[in-house]
């Protein structure tokens, strides 16, 4: 309730996120009205699990016009860090 930006990936984008990829065009679900670009935003799976955050590439009216394959999200952080960086924790 207290997060004023988010970004909802579909389920095939999720895994990418996860393995610290950013979100393209084509992985975006839903993005919150009125978001401006660079602007930091938190990243949901479509069944508002949260995943990361990082840092909107894309204003929201951006969004609707770029293609398929441009970034709208970097990828800041997400939840697999912890997985993928296990070994080199202490």
Known sequence: PLLQYKVWVKP?????FLYGNHVLKSGLGRITENTAQYQGVVVYSMADVPLGFGVAAKSTQECRKVDPMAIV???????GEYVRSEDALT
């Not at 095939?12 to 990418?16: D, F, I, L, R, Y």
């Not at 999200?73 to 939840?79: C, I, K, M």
Request: no cysteine; net charge negative; proline share 0%.
């Open 73 to 79: 999200v970097f990828h800041q952080a997400d939840v």
């Open 12 to 16: 095939g984008s999720e895994q990418s």
